[in-house]
C-alpha cells in the first residue's frame, strides 16, 4: 500500500484544515488507519485512528476538535481539523497497519507527511 498525503497550510489559530490521505491497492478497506504527527524535536505522537470496523479512536489531545473518517470506495482517509492550536503545528502523517492499534510500531505504511502550521 502507498500512501499520499495532502491537504496542510498555514492556519490560523481557531481555523479549519482537512486532509487527505489517498492509498493505492484494492486491499485499502482491511487496513487500520491512521494519523500521526510530529513536532520540531518530538517523538511522533498518535493523532486519530479509524479501523477496519469503522470504530475511531483519539488523542486525548484532539478529541471534540478532529474527525477522522474514511471513504472505502475512493481509497481515502481524512482529518478534519477545527479549532486548530499553535501546539498542532507539525508534519501530519497517515499510515496504515494490521492491527488496532495507537502505536507507530504497529503501522507498516506510511505516507510522506504534510505540514501544518499554526499561527497565534
Known amino acids: 500500500v502507498q500512501l499520499q498525503a495532502s491537504g496542510g497550510g498555514l492556519v490560523q489559530a481557531g481555523g479549519s484544515l482537512s486532509l487527505s490521505c489517498a492509498a493505492s491497492?484494492?486491499?485499502?478497506?482491511?487496513?487500520?488507519m491512521g494519523w500521526f504527527r510530529q513536532a520540531p524535536g518530538k517523538e511522533r505522537e498518535f493523532v486519530a485512528g479509524?479501523?477496519?470496523?469503522?470504530?475511531?479512536t483519539y488523542a486525548a489531545s484532539v478529541k471534540g476538535r478532529f474527525t477522522i473518517s474514511r471513504d472505502n470506495a475512493e481509497n481515502t482517509v481524512y482529518l478534519q481539523m477545527n479549532s486548530l492550536k499553535p501546539k498542532d503545528t507539525a508534519v501530519y502523517y497517515c499510515?496504515?497497519?494490521?492491527?488496532?492499534?495507537?502505536?507507530?510500531?504497529?503501522?507498516?505504511?506510511w505516507g510522506q507527511g504534510t505540514q501544518v502550521t499554526v499561527s497565534s
Open positions: 499510515a496504515g497497519g494490521n492491527f488496532y492499534s495507537t502505536n507507530t510500531k504497529d503501522y507498516d505504511y
Open positions: 479509524i479501523f477496519n470496523d469503522g470504530s475511531t
Open positions: 491497492g484494492r486491499t485499502f478497506s482491511r487496513y487500520n
